[in-house]
Antibody, heavy 121, light 108 residues
């Protein structure tokens, strides 16, 4: 079974760093992009970026470029989303997702369960 | 342009047909993908490409595209179809994706 399992909820203070994870299983990890999607409370979905585990090629939305870093560790089939200095406005649910095919822009047919990140002083 | 515009809310009577639309310049070049999201759950892909439904999605969900507008049609809406619906595509000129603002569907 193809699965993406995300790390647990986080409660952090402004200025702290954070790295959340998305563990993939059930398919060839290096052959499919993995994306990250933000959803602030009561708001819509926002496309953040995608990474190709095969060569770490990464695409970011202009809205998130420079604000977050997407990475992978192929040895443990895990993708990451990280912040160097969190802001209160980073409070949101974050989903990882995998496209249907090896094309990064294809529909996301597999989703993680989401990681809730709360940033408050 | 990277914007995709959706109506914030749409309602449909039980068993009737509803069309949810998504407008954007990028849709002249690229197909939209459509997602259903119920409260507290991850989104689910319900339609993609020219005419594709993922396995397990009822055939009452269909999609179409014309010019700068993509549409998701639910023929014979059911109570369980009440959810938020999002379109997604890619920016026309750059390598990144974009979601529409979402449409809240109410089944009356």
């Amino acid at each position: 079974e193809v699965q993406l399992v995300q790390s647990g909820a986080e409660l952090k203070k402004p200025g702290e760093s954070l790295k959340i994870s998305c563990k993939a299983s059930g398919y060839s990890f290096t052959n499919y992009w993995i994306g990250w999607v933000r959803q602030m409370s009561g708001k819509g979905l926002e496309w953040m970026g995608v990474i190709y585990p095969g060569d770490s090629d990464t695409r970011y939305s202009p809205s998130f470029q420079g604000q977050v870093t997407i990475s992978v560790d192929k040895s443990i089939t895990t993708a990451y989303l990280q912040w160097s200095s969190l802001k209160a406005s980073d409070t949101a649910m974050y989903f990882c997702a995998r496209p249907l095919t090896s094309a990064w822009s294809d529909g996301f047919d597999v989703w993680g369960q989401g990681t809730l990140v709360s940033v408050s002083s | 342009s990277s914007e995709l515009t959706q109506d914030p809310a749409v309602s449909v009577a039980l068993g009737q047909t509803v069309r949810i639309t998504c407008q954007g310049d990028s849709l002249r070049r690229y197909y939209a993908t459509w997602y259903q999201q119920k409260p507290g759950q991850a989104p689910v892909l319900v339609f993609y490409g020219q005419n594709n439904r993922p396995s397990g999605i009822p055939d009452r969900f269909s999609g179409s595209s014309s010019g700068n507008t993509a549409s998701l049609t639910i023929t014979g809406a059911q109570a369980e179809d009440e959810a938020d619906y999002y379109c997604k595509s890619r920016d026309s000129n750059s390598n990144y994706g974009v979601f529409g603002g979402g449409t809240k569907l109410t089944v009356l």
